[in-house]
């Protein structure tokens, strides 16, 4: 089974909001709450940044957000700031036999 | 403070096997967690490899799972993977991280800084 389709990139400017979606299918993210979306700065491993399609780990700024809305997740970035700058992943359990899939990841640029 | 740990070597060599330990610090394996392997070629995305928990249970990617053997050991704290038969398309930067919870179905919230393993013919 391939990645989860996410839009190659997005931008936007310092205190705007964007929003990064993540497609999948009733088997994945529309049949379960296990979506979670990373943030990878280069040459870094990914952080986790929502948990649970909306849930944020102690730590993670209140700025990001996670929705589900049938098949697709999306993950919210409010007040945009340069540190945002960096590629982000979602990521879904499956029914497949694959279990755990990965987006093709979304770079973020900061104008 | 969780940390991980990944080591092994940086070049393998075409149709040999590729084996990587992770350290786990600061946290018992036993404790419940299950933990992963997961894998990013140069420029690409992430994909996951395989999980295990620390009773033995393993759950691996079915497109890596004939070549694919991941082994704990939890006298040591450490997890540990085996990827035989390995080509140019299995270079990559490889990454341990631990599932949130004690499900396989669950997301990585600690990572390890990720090693890189380079395949050369």
């Known amino acids: 089974q391939s990645a989860l389709p996410q839009p190659a990139s997005v931008s936007g400017s310092p205190g705007q909001s964007i929003t990064i979606s993540c497609t999948g299918t009733?088997?994945?993210?529309?049949?379960?709450?296990?979506v979670s979306w990373y943030q990878q700065h280069p040459g870094k491993a990914p952080k986790l940044m929502i948990y649970?399609?909306?849930n944020r780990p102690s730590g993670v700024s209140n700025r990001f957000s996670g929705s589900k809305s049938g098949n697709t997740a999306s993950l919210t970035i409010s007040g945009l700031q340069a540190e945002d700058e960096a590629d982000y992943y979602c990521?879904?359990?499956?029914?497949?036999?694959?279990?755990?899939?990965f987006g093709g990841g979304t770079k973020l640029t900061v104008l | 403070q969780v940390q991980l740990q990944e080591s092994g070597p940086g070049l393998v060599k075409s149709s040999e096997t590729l084996s990587l330990i992770c350290v786990v610090s600061?946290?018992?394996?036993?404790?419940?967690?299950?933990w992963g392997w997961i894998r990013q070629p140069p420029g690409k995305g992430l994909e996951w490899i395989g999980s295990?928990?620390?009773?033995?249970?393993?759950y691996y990617n079915p497109s890596l799972k004939s070549r694919l053997t991941i082994s704990v050991d939890t006298s040591k704290n450490q997890f540990s993977l085996n990827l035989s038969s390995v080509t140019a398309a299995d270079t990559a930067v490889y990454y341990c991280?631990?599932?949130?919870?004690?499900?396989?179905?669950?997301?990585?919230?600690?990572w390890g800084q990720g090693t890189t393993v380079t395949v050369s013919s």
């Open positions: 990521s879904s359990y499956t029914s497949s036999s694959t279990l755990v899939l």
């Open positions: 991280a631990r599932h949130t919870a004690a499900s396989v179905f669950d997301s990585f919230d600690i």
């Open positions: 009733n088997s994945d993210i529309g049949g379960y709450n296990y």
């Open positions: 600061g946290y018992s394996i036993n404790s419940g967690h299950f």
């Open positions: 295990i928990y620390h009773r033995g249970s393993t």
């Open positions: 649970d399609v909306s």
